[in-house]
């Protein structure tokens, strides 16, 4: 039974991570993924680890390998995929949350990257930009897709029958 439940976890971990892959490689075929507010539709993923453990390593290495096929700077991949992992544990970490305050379980993300990716942009980059304008931009972007579609995520979600009786 145990090495049934290792292979579900990293079955499930492994298609959380191609998702987010997929869903990072469509926002930036269509432009959403650069300019000013950066959207990437990937982030309402990382709620996921509210209804299941093993979409913390599958986002991580998703977010890591989506850093990698775009062509990221190594500080970019390197940095730019912990936040995306500090997020996922925040979001673990409040799986117990009310419903009602369900929101609250993609501020960890939401801040994470507001604080994390403008540093990257800035040093690996060589943005001109003040940290404050990119920690706002990309706290908009992650206030949208985290945030916001993270949510809807969760109400979709959520009473579904996908991850058991749905219930939490």
């Known amino acids: 039974m145990k090495k049934r439940n290792a292979v579900l976890y990293t ?6 991570g191609a998702l987010y892959v997929a869903l990072t490689w469509l926002c930036s075929v ?8 950066q959207l990437r539709i990937s982030e309402a993923l990382c709620i996921l680890p509210v209804f299941m453990p093993e979409a913390v390593p599958g986002l991580y290495i998703g977010c890591m390998l ?4 775009a062509g990221g700077n190594v500080w970019d991949v390197i ?20 419903r009602k305050l369900i ?18 942009i800035i040093l690996a980059y060589g943005s001109e ?14 206030a949208i897709c985290a945030g916001i579609g993270g ?3 969760y109400y ?6 996908i991850f058991g009786n749905g219930k939490l």
């Open 103 to 120: 929101w609250c379980a993609t501020l960890p993300t939401v801040l994470a990257n507001m604080l994390i990716v403008p540093m990257v």
């Open 11 to 16: 079955t499930r971990g492994a298609m959380v």
């Open 129 to 142: 930009e003040a940290y404050w304008f990119i920690a706002a931009t990309v706290g908009i972007g992650e």
């Open 30 to 37: 269509l432009g959403l993924s650069s300019g000013v507010i």
């Open 79 to 98: 940095f730019g995929s912990l936040a995306t992992l500090i997020g996922s544990i925040g979001a673990r970490a409040m799986r117990r949350l009310p």
């Open 156 to 161: 979709m979600l959520n009473g579904s029958g």
């Open 151 to 153: 949510v809807a995520l």
């Open 66 to 69: 989506s850093n990698l096929i």
